[in-house]
Structure formats: C-alpha cells, structure tokens
C-alpha cells in the first residue's frame, strides 16, 4: 500500500470547501454504498458541474452513500501497480472494490478508455460477463451516454439515459429494496430495465448483415423495445449548483451554477440541443439565491448553459449577483443575443478575454449548420465588446463540415482578420486586440443529431486544412491558433458512433497500453466502417433504440435542407 497516494487523497480534501450540506462520511453507513466515479482527474472531474450535481443528488437519497473516485494522475498509476495499492475513493480511502455500486459520469467519449483502466486498478473484471456476485454493479450514465451508451455495453451492466434529477430517486429506491431482499445482481436490473431512462444492454440481442450494419436490435421477452430518455420537465424543482468549490481545479474556487437546459437554436452539430431537448430555464430568484450561497465561499459564480446570452434574464440576473458583492464568470457569449448592457456586465466582471463562437468562418457554412447569425452580427459584437475595453477574444472554429471547400476554410482566416480589425478601430486607444486565439477543432458528426448521418472527413484533409488555416496567420503576430489532432477526433466519431462491437478494440487498446494503431491492425473491425462510412436513413443506427424525444424524420429533413444549402454555393 502506497502512503504518499493516500496522503495525497486527504490533502486534497482538506482543501475543499462546501457549499451544500454534505454527510460526515466518517460516521455514516448505508443501506446501498456508490462510487461515482468520473473517468479523468481530479482537476478536469472537479470542473464538471454533472459530475458534482449527480454526487450531491446521491447523497440526498435516503440510505444511500456515495463517495467519489477519480483517474489518478498520471504519476500516479505506476505508484498504485508498484505499491499493489487498489483504486480508492477521495472521502475515506476505501477501496471503490468494496462498494454495491461503481456508476461512472461520462461526459466525453475519449474518456471511454479511462473507465477500463479505473476498473483495472479497482481489481473489477473488466467485461460483465467475468463478475460475479461479490463484484459491484457498474453502472454509467452522462452526456456521451445519452447519446449512445453501446460501445461500452460489453463492460457495463446498466446505464442511466438522460437527467439524474429524474432516476436517481427511483434508481436508489429499487436497488436498496433489491439488497434488502438479497437478490441476485440479474434480478436487480430485471427491476431496473422497467424504469425510465434504464437501459440494461444483456437483455437486447444485436444481429448483423453480412456487409457489417446491424439487422436487427432486439429485446428480451418483457423487455421495452425502447428506452425512454429521462428528462427533468421542471427545472425549477432542482436548482443545479457545485455543492463544494476547491482550488485544485481548472475553475479554481468557483461555484457553476446552470441557468438553462438544451438550446433554443437547433445548430444542426450540436448535441447538447437535441440530446437535452426540450429548452428549459429556470427562475431568477432561485438562481440569485443559489449564487449567494457561495458567498464567503467560492470566489466567483461561473454561469452555465448552452447559450448563457439567451437567458433573457440574464442582465439583470448578473446584476443582483455582483450587488451581493459576488464575482460573476460567463464561459462564452452568442454574438446574436450581445447587448451593450450585457458587454457591460461582463466588463464589469473583469474578465480580460471572452469567447466566441462563429464555429465557420463563411456565411455559407454558417448557414449549412444552422449556426443562424451572420458575419454583420459577429462584428458588431466585436465593436461593441472592443469599445468597452476587452483586448483578448478567443474565437471557435470547426474545420471538416459537411459540404466544406477551400474557401470556406480560408474564410475563418479573413473572418478572423476582420475581427481584429473591428476591435482595432473600436478600441478606446485604437491599439490592437493583444491577443485572438484561434480554436480550431475537427468536426466530429454526433447521434441524435442532423448530421448523425454524415461521415467524418478524412485524417489527411483535415490536417491540410489546420495548415492552411495556421499558415494564413504566420505573419500575425497577436493571432496564435491552437487545433486538435484530428486522429483523437477520429477515435471520437468511432467510440461516438460505433455499436457494441467497438468494445472489441477498447479492450485491445487498454491490453496494448493505449496504443490505438496497433489496436486497430490487430482487431478484424475496420474502423473506417465506422467513421468514414455515410449512413442511409433506413439504416438501423446503434443509437436508435433510445427515444430522445426529437422523431427521426425530423433529424433526417434538417440533414437533407443542410445538404441542399450546401449545393446552392
């Protein structure tokens, strides 16, 4: 056993502050025992305002105790294997081996690889099928598996689609009378698989025809066809707030406070949209006494939506929370929704960079995605936030949209330009913005999305694109562009897209210590089947089986009009 990891463990919670009554974990038992556990560490877990909403709602369910487990850091994973020390919770340094329940918050697919790794170093048989009774139950819910749970179907015995505010009462409920009746872990989730939002992959049987897509995707006897997303109708009823804030963050010492669910827009990339459809908001007297909770506490309040600006009581709402003397943080503006009021608030923050989010650089492909502002808008934003004194901008791109040319890729360069020059001479002292950073990411198509259908563009084309997009502001000396690797957005649209048999070549990586080249030679699964292939509507897609609350047709009609936008030039 290894002192200095569990040393590490407990310093790192005597930093942390709460905001909401937590249980003394020292002197509390339950009836049922969780580990949440979040596949990353504890810097990135701890900046996840789902991870900690879900900790908190555990903790809230009666004879219920969950404590959180983490990826240890990097250094730290030889440590746990040298020292044969098993993977353990942050509260009490139990081993996560020990508890009823290991339930995984996934917000991202590339995370997907973390999850075989935490269970490795826990000593928990990696595929289902090898635990047995006296292992946990491993469950996982969250953003990535809303959207489709099936390449890790093979290593997870039920999983959580759609909002913890919903399940999680009836979730607990079931599985301490389950315990409390001693049945078998196969009894429990035929109890589980009849709730909203359950899924439980061994009860569907999955076919394929011979050119690889799926034929056939097929319940048990008594089993619903579908799965039901669970969704929060009213989010007045539960206030979504950090229940401790500690600086050994990203968002060091700030309470993330959500302001609204799902989107109003329908960008036809975007996930959180369809996957958190319907828009909802919440009330400004709940989100004003939310904020003032961490007073004393946390030194900022970071407001958290997918478009924070279409809040439409987002000024005055600010303005509440700063007159309690409360440091306010916006994550990103809508250019479209920037108000001069609302560029003064967020002056008066002081912030030094905002971000925003043009996502193409053309009209055109702004118009293929839906994005719905136009180039006159973006600049007038700039205007508006340069006369107020902001010097810093970073700016999101996409490269790799469908039906995207040269052009449209040398016009995030000339859009960028234009920026900075609209904040030039817009700026009290004419001097040049001091720093625009250039984001640009690989699209990745997503389930339950228009593009859904799309295939990801190719590794060679894309890294062309990055270089023409960073070769374009070689002589820039304020611009810096920043990109990711496209072949990490490759593995993305493969474990975002794939069915179940992907979890053959998750098992191969993690066995081959993450080396995902040779994982790929050494699995008979093409990959590119998965990610470079488009699909047709009657195709029976992996995901299909999850009722997101948005038809299929109406997902295919918006794929089709973007195509056609593409074609008018």
Same mark, same amino acid.
């Given at each position: 056993?290894?002192?200095?990891?569990?040393?590490?463990?407990?310093?790192?919670?005597?930093?942390?502050?709460?905001?909401?009554?937590?249980?003394?974990?020292?002197?509390?038992?339950?009836?049922?025992?969780?580990?949440?556990?979040?596949?990353?560490?504890?810097?990135?877990?701890?900046?996840?305002?789902?991870?900690?909403?879900?900790?908190?709602?555990?903790?809230?369910?009666?004879?219920?105790?969950?404590?959180?487990?983490?990826?240890?850091?990097?250094?730290?994973?030889?440590?746990?294997?040298?020292?044969?020390?098993?993977?353990?919770?942050?509260?009490?340094?139990?081993?996560?081996?020990?508890?009823?329940?290991?339930?995984?918050?996934?917000?991202?697919?590339?995370?997907?690889?973390?999850?075989?790794?935490?269970?490795?170093?826990?000593?928990?048989?990696?595929?289902?099928?090898?635990?047995?009774?006296?292992?946990?139950?491993?469950?996982?819910?969250?953003?990535?598996?809303?959207?489709?749970?099936?390449?890790?179907?093979?290593?997870?015995?039920?999983?959580?689609?759609?909002?913890?505010?919903?399940?999680?009462?009836?979730?607990?409920?079931?599985?301490?009378?389950?315990?409390?009746?001693?049945?078998?872990?196969?009894?429990?989730?035929?109890?589980?698989?009849?709730?909203?939002?359950?899924?439980?992959?061994?009860?569907?049987?999955?076919?394929?025809?011979?050119?690889?897509?799926?034929?056939?995707?097929?319940?048990?006897?008594?089993?619903?066809?579908?799965?039901?997303?669970?969704?929060?109708?009213?989010?007045?009823?539960?206030?979504?707030?950090?229940?401790?804030?500690?600086?050994?963050?990203?968002?060091?010492?700030?309470?993330?406070?959500?302001?609204?669910?799902?989107?109003?827009?329908?960008?036809?990339?975007?996930?959180?949209?369809?996957?958190?459809?319907?828009?909802?908001?919440?009330?400004?007297?709940?989100?004003?006494?939310?904020?003032?909770?961490?007073?004393?506490?946390?030194?900022?309040?970071?407001?958290?939506?997918?478009?924070?600006?279409?809040?439409?009581?987002?000024?005055?709402?600010?303005?509440?929370?700063?007159? !309690?003397? /409360?440091?306010?943080?916006?994550?990103?503006? @809508?250019? %479209?929704?920037?108000?001069?009021?609302? &560029? =003064? $608030?967020?002056?008066?923050?002081?912030?030094?960079?905002?971000?925003?989010?043009?996502?193409?650089?053309?009209?055109?492909?702004?118009?293929?995605?839906?994005?719905?502002?136009?180039?006159?808008?973006?600049?007038?934003?700039?205007?508006?936030?340069?006369?107020?004194?902001?010097?810093?901008?970073?700016?999101?791109?996409?490269?790799?949209?469908?039906?995207?040319?040269?052009?449209?890729?040398?016009?995030?360069?000339?859009?960028?330009?234009?920026?900075?020059?609209?904040?030039?001479?817009?700026?009290?002292?004419?001097?040049?913005?001091?720093?625009?950073?250039?984001?640009?990411?690989?699209?990745?198509?997503?389930?339950?999305?228009?593009?859904?259908?799309?295939?990801?563009?190719?590794?060679?084309?894309?890294? !062309?694109? /990055?270089?023409?997009?960073?070769?374009?502001? @070689?002589? %820039?000396?304020?611009?810096?562009?920043? &990109? =990711? $690797?496209?072949?990490?957005?490759?593995?993305?649209?493969?474990?975002?897209?794939?069915?179940?048999?992907?979890?053959?070549?998750?098992?191969?990586?993690?066995?081959?210590?993450?080396?995902?080249?040779?994982?790929?030679?050494?699995?008979?699964?093409?990959?590119?089947?998965?990610?470079?292939?488009?699909?047709?509507?009657?195709?029976?897609?992996?995901?299909?089986?999850?009722?997101?609350?948005?038809?299929?047709?109406?997902?295919?009609?918006?794929?089709?009009?973007?195509?056609?936008?593409?074609?008018?030039?």
């Amino acid at each position: 056993m290894s002192r200095r990891l569990y040393e590490k463990a407990r310093h790192l919670l005597s930093q942390e502050h709460p905001i909401l009554p937590l249980p003394d974990f020292k002197d509390r038992g339950g009836e049922l025992s969780i580990a949440l556990a979040f596949p990353n560490r504890y810097y990135t877990a701890m900046s996840n305002l789902g991870f900690q909403a879900v900790y908190w709602l555990f903790n809230q369910a009666p004879g219920t105790l969950c404590q959180r487990v983490f990826l240890p850091d990097p250094e730290d994973i030889p440590e746990h294997r040298r020292t044969d020390t098993p993977l353990f919770t942050l509260e009490s340094q139990r081993p996560v081996r020990s508890f009823d329940i290991l339930a995984f918050s996934v917000s991202y697919e590339n995370d997907y690889p973390h999850l075989l790794t935490m269970m490795d170093l826990a000593r928990i048989p990696l595929l289902r099928r090898d635990r047995t009774e006296a292992d946990p139950l491993v469950m996982a819910g969250g953003a990535s598996i809303l959207m489709n749970p099936e390449p890790l179907a093979d290593f997870v015995d039920f999983f959580v689609i759609g909002e913890a505010e919903e399940i999680i009462g009836p979730l607990t409920e079931t599985l301490r009378r389950g315990r409390g009746k001693g049945l078998s872990k196969e009894s429990m989730l035929h109890d589980l698989v009849h709730l909203d939002g359950l899924y439980v992959p061994q009860f569907y049987k999955v076919t394929y025809r011979p050119d690889g897509t799926i034929e056939s995707f097929i319940p048990n006897e008594g089993i619903p066809a579908r799965v039901k997303k669970a969704w929060l109708k009213d989010l007045n009823s539960s206030v979504t707030v950090s229940p401790l804030v500690t600086p050994n963050t990203e968002l060091s010492n700030m309470l993330l406070l959500e302001l609204s669910r799902g989107c109003r827009r329908g960008c036809r990339f975007c996930a959180g949209c369809f996957a958190y459809f319907p828009y909802r908001l919440r009330d400004a007297g709940l989100l004003e006494k939310a904020a003032v909770q961490g007073k004393g506490i946390a030194e900022k309040v970071g407001l958290v939506g997918a478009a924070i600006s279409d809040y439409p009581g987002i000024i005055p709402l600010g303005r509440e929370i700063m007159k !309690e003397q /409360i440091a306010l943080s916006f994550s990103s503006l @809508r250019v %479209d929704s920037l108000s001069p009021e609302l &560029a =003064d $608030l967020a002056f008066q923050t002081g912030q030094k960079t905002l971000t925003l989010a043009p996502e193409a650089g053309s009209e055109r492909m702004r118009r293929i995605i839906k994005k719905g502002f136009t180039e006159e808008s973006i600049l007038r934003a700039v205007e508006i936030l340069a006369e107020r004194g902001f010097s810093n901008f970073r700016l999101y791109f996409m490269v790799g949209l469908p039906e995207e040319g040269k052009e449209d890729v040398q016009a995030i360069v000339d859009l960028t330009r234009k920026i900075g020059h609209h904040a030039l001479v817009n700026s009290p002292g004419k001097t040049k913005p001091e720093r625009i950073t250039v984001s640009l990411n690989s699209f990745v198509p997503k389930p339950g999305t228009p593009f859904q259908w799309h295939p990801f563009e190719d590794l060679s084309s894309l890294n !062309e694109k /990055i270089k023409w997009v960073k070769e374009g502001f @070689r002589k %820039d000396r304020n611009v810096s562009v920043t &990109a =990711d $690797l496209p072949k990490w957005a490759y593995l993305q649209t493969l474990l975002s897209r794939g069915d179940r048999r992907v979890g053959k070549l998750l098992l191969t990586a993690h066995n081959l210590g993450g080396n995902w080249p040779q994982a790929y030679r050494s699995v008979d699964l093409n990959p590119d089947f998965y990610v470079y292939r488009p699909r047709a509507f009657e195709e029976i897609l992996p995901w299909d089986f999850i009722d997101h609350g948005v038809r299929k047709e109406y997902l295919w009609r918006e794929y089709q009009d973007a195509l056609q936008e593409g074609r008018k030039g």
